[in-house]
């Protein structure tokens, strides 16, 4: 039995980021005060999110509806265990970039950073609100949030390559929109609501096969900010975005919601019933088989760092589409710990690439030699995140894979697993040569100094506090620790109340 | 009390006339009178036409016989749930042009405020007639005297606008005269001209090519007064050459009253019957993608601004004319009958008039009529640029906006016809919103100005519009986002539905 | 032939008026000169007009003018409702022809011509 819990929780943790944006947009004039509006926020939302965690690890729901849009169509929030992994990643995460935002965006001098931190917030509204919405309609809502919110940060430098970035990431996700639009109306007509519920809501009871297949493509194309391929490429283009952005948006909140979508589509909309039954967990699983591989294949080929880790990004989320395919519960357990996992270790591996472009203006590897000797505690950082990446202990990233592989042997589909040992390792073909490049290369005389000649040094303090706490953290979550517990905890709940072992 | 609000419907037409009058009177004497005089009738009107619509929500209809003539003798003046609602739309949208075109009138035709003001508030006149009254002819007359206001009032700026307000006259002229055709078609056969004396009397007649032939000529000639594809040729030039509180208030409120003048004449004369007899409403439908998607594609091959959003409303009025097309089709609640098209009618006025505003804002300050021109204006005039993007973002149709919320209604409404084609149209038709929209948006925000090199925040060179300008423009942005919340959470809803029940469209559960 | 009386010789007022009407909508479409689309556009109303006076015609009525002496023999009257929408209608279309003549006057005052293409064709050089 589940219980349901009234609680004004969710609406206090959205409110904290939609307050800030106006704070911010008041306080433009005073640099110190708008930055304080975004910490104080970002603190406050997390808070007021791990305070639920207790309630949840109980077996409660924590419910809140403010009105009715259609019958059966409630707007409002359903915090269940899934959706607070999600939402704990993103609130905390938060804090972080917001904290290494500051030393990015002084460093450089940047403009319009009112614009950027307004917007930040906005998005932030948006991924928590999809992490929290209690059925499709409220998640459409702040999915379209989300999308619109992020166009000023991605096309945030004005630049002519910044805007076509831009048109693109708009193309691809508005179109995205109509779909997921399409998808979530016909839903309703179909079954007469659009709740997330444990079982899912459809059977083939209430359609015909056809018209749930070409629903859940409808659905499939509607999470286009899941950057599978063939519909990956608007995240490389994004990467000219400021770091930061790069690294929460395109990193953690905007792709995440994407994988998040398709998990909440395929155990709480179709069921694993009816995914079974309908045989789409295969074609799903082979698709994200395929972006894996290939993603890998071209993350080897690219020499600007950024790019290399947005294809990286590509790879890793279709782990978590695999993961959910496999419909097997330690495939799901495995997909919900990658999405905090892969969170905190991608957005190491931006942090630092970010830290490199501000102190030394390099974005390319080859330009990168023996940069590890000047910036000691970025590149070890860095090598934490992509040793996380390949799936290496001491990190969080053998945990998910760990389960990841164990999901593929319970749903008895091998050869999945031989995709995922492939993907880990082309992972370290194309994380190994930086690293090495790094530390190892000799630098020539100039690389190690700027144009002005001055030494490269390690990057502000407001950038390397937050790039090490992550990277530490993803070694924590190897080993036992309240924190990791929790998301494990988390986690099994969801998969147990879906049915699973 | 009871007595006093009889007499509101003709009240808001004769003091708009007297009103018009005194103006040109007041004017010749002291030529800073006319603004004031105009906003000061137009808030009064307002403020009967909310009180009309309370008492006809809480009382019921209001009838008034003109002179104390009984229909089918006299002209008969009827205010019901969905004229009152019209009204209410039609006097707010007036009075924000009203507040905007201080400013606006004085820089752009000094020598011709008296004239102007006179002229608005016949046009107000003609509005209000057409949506209160309750006989045809009625609606006739002061459908063509809304028109001669407005052809007046288009062409007011000189040279090119002339032409333009001619080609409207010409054509506006040949719609009237098809609409009074038909109204001569029907009186021919049953000998009256109320409307509710013609419900009666027109049932048993349904069979009749007279009675038939008049309901097409309706249709024409009140299809080239709403701007509806193919009879919209007269919009683009009309809307780039006027004044643009006139533009505003023809995509906002004069289409939209001809809309109205439809959907009274095909479910108050003509019942759901007679329309449930031949397929036209489902012509209807086609006719209104067709022009949806046509007025999108159209619109994104523009560069003056005005024509854009002018191209846009008739993709606009596409939508409405959709959602009246299947509202005999579509009967769950709470997207049943009616419900999708008037909600709309409000919440395109609401986006239209923010939009036309804007650009207005940008001639006023700049003389920037193209869409290139428009480069880093969101750093020169950020209010006015922000209320763009706001209303921009709604006719996209981003949640939880006026525009997602008609989108939202009409394409359930079209999945409970059955008609899926209208979904995939109107998905698509967002995403060409979007490219036209979008364009604009960046062009204001994103692309420099020639010479600066790295975008830094120039704090200094920010000029915005006065503030007469400035809060009509805001106030109908944020209610673009206040309404559309409202329209959520089915507050409102319950107006439309009593439209709904009055027509016998909605199935009572 | 009789088909051709009762349908054409019978109902001559509605022909006229649909003669009318094509005539003046040829020439509002047709014609360069805007004075001319006026002129199209007024025997079009016309044509309207005519059709609705005739719609009152009732056989061997007399002016409706009420006469005790007239209405206790019994005479029969003409409709006077369509002369009255008629006489409303006239103004109407009097105000409209009003409007565009004003229209006419200015733009032959801004452009030197009252030919539809060369306005047009200096409306573009002129901007």
Known sequence: MIEIEESLRPWLAIACPALAAIFILFSSKLPNLREGWTLLASIVQFWMIYSMVPVILKGTTIESYLFTVFPGIQFGFKVDAFGLIFAITSSFLWILVSIYSIGYMRALREHAQTRYYCCFALAIFGAVGIALSGNLVTMFIFYEILTVSTYPLVAHEQTPEALFAGRKYLAYLFTAGCFLLGAVVLTYSLAGTTDFDKGGI??????PRSVLMVLFVFFLLGFMKAAYMPFHSWLPTAMVAPTPVSALLHAVAVVKAGVFGIVRMVCYIYGIDLMHELGLGIMLASLAAFTMIVASL??????????????????????????????????????????PFHGFMKITLFLCAGSILVTSGK????????????????????????????????????????????????????????????????????????????????????????????????????????????ALLSIVFSFPNPFTDTILNLARMAVSILGGG | MQTAIQHFPVLIVAISLVSAISILVAGWTNKKTPPFISITTVLAQFVASILILNHVLTKGPIHYWLGGWKPPWGIEYVVDVLNAYVLVILLFLGLTCAVYSKRSIEHELPQKTVSFYALYQLLITGLCGVTVTGDIFNMYVFIEIMSLSAYALIGSRGKIALKASFTYLVLGSIGACFFLLGIGFLYSVTGSLNMHDLSILLPPLYGNKMVRAAFVLFIVGLSVKMAFFPLHTWLPDAHA????????????????????????????????????????FDILCWVAGIAIIMGSLLAMTQFNLKRMLAYSSVANMGYIMLAVGLSTSAKNFPWCGLTPALMHMLNHALMKGCLFLVAGAFIYKADLWNIAELRGLGRRMPYTCAAFVIAAISMIGVPPSVGFVSKLYIIFASLEAKKFAFVAILLVSSLLNLVYFWRVIETMYMKREEGEEHAHASMNSRDEIPLSMLIPVLGLASLCMV??????????????????????????? | ???????????????????????????????????????????????????????????????????????????????????????????????????????????????????EEEIIEKSRVKG
Not at chain 1, 300 to 313: E, G, P
Not at chain 1, 376 to 388: E, R
């Open chain 2, 241 to 280: 050459f006027a004044p643009s509180e006139i533009s505003a208030m023809l995509s906002g409120i004069i289409i939209e009253v001809c809309t109205y003048a439809f959907i009274r004449l095909a479910f108050s004369v003509f019942s759901v019957n007679f329309l449930t007899l031949l397929p036209i």
């Open chain 2, 483 to 509: 309404m559309g919340v409202l329209w959520l959470a089915g507050i409102t809803i319950p107006i439309l539905n009593k439209v709904n029940a009055m027509f016998g469209l909605m199935v009572v559960r």
């Open chain 1, 202 to 207: 459809l059977s083939v009871a209430i359609a």
């Open chain 1, 298 to 339: 071209f993350a080897i080929a690219q020499d600007n760092l950024k790019r290399r880790l947005a294809y990286s990004t590509i790879s890793q989320l279709s782990y978590i589409i695999l993961g959910v395919a496999l419909l097997s519960p330690m495939g799901i357990t495995g997909a919900m710990i990658h999405i």
């Open chain 3, 1 to 115: 032939m009789e088909w051709f009386i009762e349908e054409v010789f019978a109902k001559y007022n509605y022909w006229i008026s649909i003669i009318l009407m094509l005539i003046g909508f040829y020439a509002m479409i047709a014609k360069d000169n805007l004075i001319k689309k006026i002129i199209g556009l007024n025997i079009f109303q016309t044509a309207i007009f005519l059709f609705f006076i005739s719609l009152g015609v009732v056989k061997g009525g007399t002016a409706p003018i009420v006469d005790e002496e007239m209405v206790s023999k019994g005479y029969v009257y003409v409709n006077p409702l369509p002369h009255v929408l008629i006489l409303t209608a006239i103004v109407v279309a009097v105000s409209t022809t009003a409007v565009a003549l004003s229209l006419i006057i200015r733009m032959y005052e801004e452009y030197g011509t009252i030919q």
């Open chain 1, 363 to 470: 974005e390319n590897i080859s330009e990168m030699g023996g940069i590890g000797r000047a910036m000691p505690i970025t590149m070890m950082a860095f090598t934490v995140g992509a040793l996380g990446m390949c799936g290496a202990p001491p990190t969080g990233g053998f945990i998910s894979k760990w389960f990841l592989g164990l999901g593929t042997l319970q749903a008895g589909n091998l050869i999945f697993l031989a995709v995922i040992l492939i993907s880990s390792l082309l992972d370290i073909v194309y994380f190994f040569p930086i690293i090495y490049t790094a530390f190892f290369a000799k630098s020539g005389g100039t690389t190690l100094r700027l144009n002005k000649g001055r030494k490269i040094k390690e990057a502000p303090l407001f950038m390397v506090v937050p790039l090490s706490i992550t």
